[in-house]
């Protein structure tokens, strides 16, 4: 087969070999990493920024989570319109439309136009995530998704990695109109990677076993490995909204630290989850995905819930550390299951309901800790996101194994993913 030695590429070697002979899949890496890092600069810190400028309770909530408001209609729309119209012209739109986000952050004279350019970005990622992921699932092979998938996390988590430190130690150096301008500068870069060089349709021809389908939202919705991923990106996106969201106001208020040390310890968690993406990823094709990520999603649980306990810097990177070793072993399994069921309903409209899940569970988060926070104090919004975590962990495992009954009895007979 002559796609044969892009796709068999081992744990510690061959990468490199890989990314120059996959061009398609080398550019959006690449984009999604820059124009991520763009985001990550500000995203972390838009609730310190808006507290700044006065904002209290739910609107700290939508600094952060705003984005979401826009995501939620869009992705589900945009993932199935690309299944019909292709995948590049989304990404352009989606990496544009950050740019001039970032413009508008720099511009806003208060916290509503924040939240306001905040909603814009939203309708950018809902043009860049799901198309991003789908574009990279169709070109995984059988058996590969979990290495395709960790590998293609690398470029998001990595950015999420970089962005923090770098937004907090310029915030704190120059100040939040640099922050701004800096992502501004990402951002374009990142369009500019895509525009010129994302090969078209036919540069990029999807996997073999891949099939252009498009299936009903009802039809999805009645599918329980769909409602297991929902599930699953439900739960992590509402402790992603509630920890993040809130953490740079605990950490400033509570242990007294500076914005440069709160990015620290977001970046060492993301800096965490890529490196240990693809090995994940590896071991996704291996074992059972179900239970990797499981056990990743209940100890991310367990983090969310001693943040309040850790009373020190030190202690706040070790479970942050340790957060993101396991967040890196739940994603590329749930990313791989999720690639498994695209293939039969569609890759487009199936990523867009993962995204749509987890944009829903960040908005939740985020907006129900504002509340949470002003009723109850900022603790609580650590404990709250950990119960739903583990409840999520109870409900996707319910899902996963009426699926697994569902092909045991013939009602199902294509794999939605190795393990699954």
């Known amino acids: 087969m002559t796609n044969k030695p892009k796709t068999s590429f081992g744990l510690t070697s061959g990468l490199a070999r890989f990314f120059l002979q996959n061009r398609a899949f080398a550019v959006v890496w690449l984009a999604l990493f820059v124009s991520i890092a763009g985001i990550a600069m500000v995203s972390p810190l838009l609730a310190v920024f808006a507290q700044d400028m006065g904002a209290s309770g739910i609107w700290l909530g939508l600094a952060f989570s705003g984005f979401a408001l826009s995501q939620i209609p869009l992705m589900l729309l945009i993932g199935r319109l690309s299944d019909r119209f292709g995948k590049r012209l989304f990404l352009w739109l989606g990496l544009l439309i950050f740019a001039v ?77 640099a922050t701004f301008l800096s992502m501004g500068i990402l951002s374009s870069l990142g369009f500019l990677v895509a525009f010129f060089f994302l090969p078209g349709r036919k540069s990029s021809l999807p996997a073999e076993g891949h099939r252009e389908v498009s299936t009903p939202f009802a039809a999805m919705l009645r599918d329980n490995t769909v409602r297991g991923v929902i599930t699953f990106q439900l739960v992590l996106g509402l402790s992603y909204g509630a920890v993040l969201a809130f953490l740079g ?23 965490l989850n ?25 100890v991310v649980g367990v983090c969310s819930l001693v943040v309040p306990w850790a009373g020190s810097f030190a202690l706040m990177m070790l479970v942050f550390v340790i957060l993101g070793i396991f967040e890196s072993m739940a994603s590329p399994s749930l990313n791989a299951i999720t690639v498994g069921k695209g293939r039969v309903l569609g890759m487009g ?3 867009g309901v993962s995204n749509t899940a987890s944009s829903i569970g960040l908005l939740i988060g985020s907006l129900a800790g504002g509340a949470i926070a002003d009723s109850f104090g900022t603790a609580w919004v650590f404990r709250y996101a950990a119960i739903f975590v583990f409840a999520g962990v109870v409900a996707f495992n319910l899902f996963m194994r009426r699926e697994r009954q569902g092909k045991e009895s013939g009602v199902c007979v294509e794999n939605s993913g190795q393990g699954a």
């Open 101 to 177: 986000a970032a413009a508008g952050y720099f511009w806003s004279p208060t916290y509503k136009e924040l939240v306001l350019f905040r909603i814009l970005s939203g309708v950018g990622s809902a043009m860049v995530i799901p198309t991003a992921y789908a574009y990279v699932g169709e070109m995984a092979p059988r058996g590969h998704e979990g290495r395709y998938m960790g590998l293609f996390n690398i470029a998001m988590i990595a950015g999420f990695g970089i962005g923090p430190m770098l937004g907090g130690m310029v915030y704190d150096h120059l100040g939040m109109d």
């Open 249 to 271: 106001i605990f950490m400033t208020s509570e242990l007294g630290t500076s914005l440069t040390l709160v990015g620290i310890v977001m970046s060492v968690r993301s800096i």
């Open 274 to 298: 890529g490196t240990l993406a693809y090995p994940f990823g590896w071991l996704a094709d291996r074992m059972s995905r179900v239970l990797l990520a499981s056990i990743g999603l209940a």
């Open 349 to 351: 409209s199936v990523m």
